[in-house]
């Protein structure tokens, strides 16, 4: 039989004690990631980048942090996800439908044709200033970290029902399901009509007339299905197609300087992984849609500056006198993707 004595007594509370700290040490945390879209690695981008982050994170942190998915919107639509993601220790994937709202002015990385491939995109977003500055004013305005920006389809086309759209005059009269009022006003500028429609009610409002033409990279047109209900795509590479990563603030503020350096790291090779394979296949993609009956249209260099010269005015007014974004704004993003000549307009 054992005697327990005042310094037996200190000595298992002590003992108890570290234990339960090592313990704690060693416990994984376990951090939710939320964005849209289904859980397939083949027809959604942002899928893709979410599961080859979480890989890595358990990987560079061995295992210290976890990653439990959410894909599909299973913990809220777009303004319900920020409101947790600022609030609670998460990551959230947003949209521009959830990142507007608190930061409009990234609306600007969004003027039409700014980028005339990839590498110029890349660019933009990886190591301009206008870039660093929304990162800054996002954590300035409600403390959330912008981890990074997610390649989630290439770039956007337009697709219609009724005519092969070559030129601007090629809009006249259409309606056109829009993602948000950015895409209304290009629209306007081309002499069609635009209406804000929810992604989840785009193939029928194609289906019934509603609209008659929509407009996404082909990731997303064959992932909602549109080439059943649409008939031309017209390869304008009008708007690279991004979401954007985004992490709670005191969670993140709060991790060692080791674990931060693995998230950053595994969100720069999550990121790299999913630009390699968006890009090595959008001549795939587009192949399919050919293939399922959609009529291809390539517009020459000419018919492309004409989309331009007509859409590139029209959506920077709207950003200055609709959204009342501040010109400086617009002048460093145009500096950034090395087309400043646009600011004579």
Known sequence: MRILTPRNVLLAAVTTGMMATVSLANAATTLNLSYNGPPDTDKNAVHLFASNLKRLVEEKTDGDIQLKLYPN????????????????PSLNI???AGLSPIVPEIYVSAIPFLFEDYEAAHQFFDEGDY?????????????????????????LDFTNSKRPISSPEDFEGLRFRAMDPSQVALYEAFGASGTPIPWTDT????????????MN??????????????????LANV??????????????????????????AAVQEASEL??????KRVDERIQFLADQGMEVIEPTEDELAAFREKGQPAYIEWLTDEQGIDRAWIEMALEDAGQSDLLAN
């Open 217 to 234: 990279p082909p990731m997303y047109i064959i992932m909602g299905s549109l080439y059943e209900v649409q008939k031309y795509l017209t």
């Open 274 to 279: 999913n630009r390699e394979d968006v890009e």
């Open 239 to 264: 708007q690279y197609s991004d979401q954007f990563l985004i992490a709670n603030g005191e969670w993140y503020d709060d991790l060692s300087e080791e674990n931060r350096q693995a998230i950053e």
């Open 203 to 214: 193939y029928m409002a194609l289906k019934t007339n509603v609209a008659d033409g929509q």
């Open 131 to 155: 870039w660093n500055k929304v990162e800054d004013t996002l954590e300035e305005r409600t403390g959330a970290e912008l981890l990074g920006v997610i390649e989630e389809g290439g770039f």
């Open 73 to 88: 919107s299973m913990l809220g639509e777009e303004q319900e996800r920020m409101e947790q993601v600022i609030n609670t």
């Open 94 to 96: 947003a949209s521009f």
